[in-house]
Nanobody
Framework: QVQLVESGGGLVQAGGSLRLSCAAS????????MGWFRQAPGKERQFVAT????????YVADSLKGRFTISGDNAKNTVYLQMNRLKPEDTAVYYC??????????????????WGQGTQVTVSS
């Protein structure tokens, strides 16, 4: 059974920072790529960032570049999302996702097989 557990969400004022963490576990689980998505009320799930271990590549959504950074530790199946200069429009539930094969960049929700429960990020103005 594969589990992804996110942590680090919370309430922050506009201009502040948060660091989300996601740890994947499972008896024989080894991810090929992990990503972050977010979903605000009434909106579709939106791609935030992804990291592909074999290629050592990362990608952050163009609209978030310069404020958000993704990093991780492949050996620990852990991925982080550093969010700086947060804005009220960043308010959403943030989800961690993982897939077990592939070496491309994966930007769409259906390309991931495993999902966490999500962590709420609220940015007050």
């Amino acid at each position: 059974q594969v589990q992804l557990v996110e942590s680090g969400g919370g309430l922050v004022q506009a201009g502040g920072s948060l660091r989300l963490s996601c740890a994947a576990s499972g008896r024989t689980f080894s991810s090929a790529a992990m990503g972050w998505f977010r979903q605000a009320p009434g909106k579709e799930r939106q791609f935030v960032a992804t990291i592909t271990w074999s290629a050592g590549t990362t990608y952050v959504a163009d609209s978030l570049k310069g404020r958000f950074t993704i990093s991780g530790d492949n050996a620990k199946n852990t991925v982080y999302l550093q969010m700086n200069r947060l804005k009220p429009e960043d308010t959403a539930v943030y989800y961690c996702a993982a897939r077990i094969y592939g070496s491309s960049l994966y930007l769409r929700p259906h390309e991931y097989y495993y999902w966490g429960q999500g962590t709420q990020v609220t940015v007050s103005s």
